[in-house]
């Protein structure tokens, strides 16, 4: 799915989670820098569903950037 798509396929949930009272849940599991490049694992709630993301970011323009994005779903989100 290309960015385009995701940001289009997120858009179209309505009403957003946080307007239908569902807690937010984004928790930092681990951070590995190393010089300009960085690897950052997240757990999150998203859709009813538990993600286990894995993100690959580099540092350039004095901002940090996501470059990859890998998930795997854990299962029903814990409510």
Do not use: C
């Not at 190393?34 to 998203?46: N, P």
Request: hydrophobic content about 40%; charged content about 25%; aromatic content about 10%.
């Amino acid at each position: 799915m290309s960015v385009d798509d995701f940001a289009g396929f997120v858009a179209s949930q309505q009403p957003s989670p946080s307007e239908q009272g569902v807690p937010a849940r984004l928790d930092i599991e681990s951070v590995e820098i190393s010089g300009h490049t960085a690897v950052a694992r997240v757990r999150d709630d998203y859709l009813g569903m538990t993600f286990l993301d894995t993100l690959s970011l580099l540092f350039a323009d004095d901002t940090w950037r996501i470059y990859n994005k890998l998930f795997h779903v854990e299962g029903p989100a814990a409510r």
